[in-house]
């Protein structure tokens, strides 16, 4: 089952901030967060394995809500750097860890 | 090192020719991973070999043909491929099981005309 990522695109002026959402209808083992950059590969981000937590990194975190089954990723004073398609990747309690399912991404438009 | 390195980066084959794609890695990861991307579309997988056995097809037609010759190295051997296969092909290598992050190659970029 292939999480839902909303929104679809987001455009910022250097310094605001985002919140990017991905959301499940399936019981959630881990949730992992790439960024992709126009003809590059898929960059690592964070990943969250346990209900309710949170990582960080640098102004880029991310929270984990079991309950919810979902996860969003929080952008602060955007850079940029930050510029790229942002996905996703889900992996669920009863398969093997390393069948990931990728959300749509969100495209993140950051301006001067 | 840090890289996982693939190789051709592009690539341009007929509809009748045999080609493979190769894709190397010196992180000591155990689990390699083939995902398939179309433009604008989040990646797919395809194949996953964790100690070099392969563990997960994805339900990929035969004319994908993977092997893992070592722990380092992943290959995808390609024949009688179809337009629709067009695609970028992503190499990925991490530590087997949940939690493993992935490290993604650049990629090949095949055409198939």
């Known amino acids: 089952q292939q999480p839902v990522q909303s929104p679809q695109a987001v455009i910022l002026r250097e310094g605001e901030d985002a919140v990017i959402n991905c959301s499940s209808s399936k019981a959630l083992y881990s949730v992992h967060w790439y960024r992709q950059k126009h003809g590059e590969a898929p960059v690592f981000l964070m990943i969250l394995l346990k209900g309710g937590e949170q990582k960080g990194h640098e102004k880029i975190s991310a929270s984990f809500n079991e309950k919810k089954q979902q996860s969003s990723l929080y952008l602060t004073a955007s850079q940029l750097s930050y510029s790229g398609t942002y996905f996703c990747?889900?992996?669920?309690?009863?398969?093997?860890?390393?069948?990931?399912?990728f959300g749509e991404g969100t495209q993140l438009t950051v301006n001067p | 090192d840090t890289e996982v390195t693939q190789t051709p980066k592009h690539l341009v084959m007929g509809m009748t020719n045999k080609k493979s794609l190769k894709c190397e890695q010196h992180?000591?990861?155990?689990?390699m991973y083939w995902y398939k991307q179309k433009a604008k579309k989040p990646p797919e997988l395809m194949f996953v070999y964790s100690y070099e056995k392969l563990s997960i097809n994805e339900s990929v037609p035969s004319r994908f043909s993977p092997e893992c010759p070592n722990s380092s190295l992943l290959n995808l051997h390609l024949h009688a491929l179809q337009p629709e296969d067009s695609a970028l092909y992503l190499c990925?290598?991490?530590?087997?099981?949940?939690?493993?992050?992935?490290?993604f190659g650049s990629g090949t970029q095949l055409s198939v005309l």
């Open positions: 990925a290598s991490s530590q087997p099981g949940q939690g493993g992050k992935l490290f």
């Open positions: 992180m000591g990861h155990r689990a």
């Open positions: 990747g889900t992996s669920f309690k009863e398969t093997s860890g390393s069948r990931l399912t």
